[in-house]
């Protein structure tokens, strides 16, 4: 069994930037591929970002460049780095986890068996 906790979300202006963090807990963490995904009001949860076990990472088009994705070990967490954050960019942000020993990302939430509660985070124009 896995837990997440995700910190970091606010409420920011365009242009700022913004970093979460997701805590793991439980299961081992080295063995474990780690994402985020968002969730906007009255739209489906979508990919952000993705790191492997091999710390092979992929984002989304829709925030490539402006966003990175990062893992700590030791510390057992995981991070997004949010630059230049746009309006859209305004959702629940959501940590998810799987046991996974490839190096393939995944983009799909029902493939993650493991989630976080979310954190709100609000971009404003």
């Known amino acids: 069994q896995v837990q997440l906790v995700e910190s970091g979300g606010g409420l920011v202006q365009a242009g700022d930037s913004l970093r979460l963090s997701c805590a793991a807990s439980g299961d081992t963490f080295g063995n474990l591929a780690l994402a985020w995904f968002r969730q906007a009001p009255g739209k489906e949860r979508e990919f952000v970002a993705g790191i492997t076990w091999l710390a092979g990472t992929e984002t989304a088009d829709s925030v490539k460049g402006r966003f990175t994705i990062s893992r700590d070990h030791a510390k057992k967490m995981v991070n997004l780095q949010m630059d230049s954050l746009k309006a859209e960019d305004t959702a629940v942000y959501y940590c998810?986890?799987?046991?996974?020993?490839?190096?393939?990302?995944?983009?799909?939430?029902?493939?993650?068996?493991?989630w976080g509660q979310g954190t709100q985070v609000t971009v404003s124009a």
């Open positions: 998810a986890a799987r046991v996974d020993y490839t190096n393939d990302i995944s983009p799909t939430p029902s493939r993650y068996p493991f």
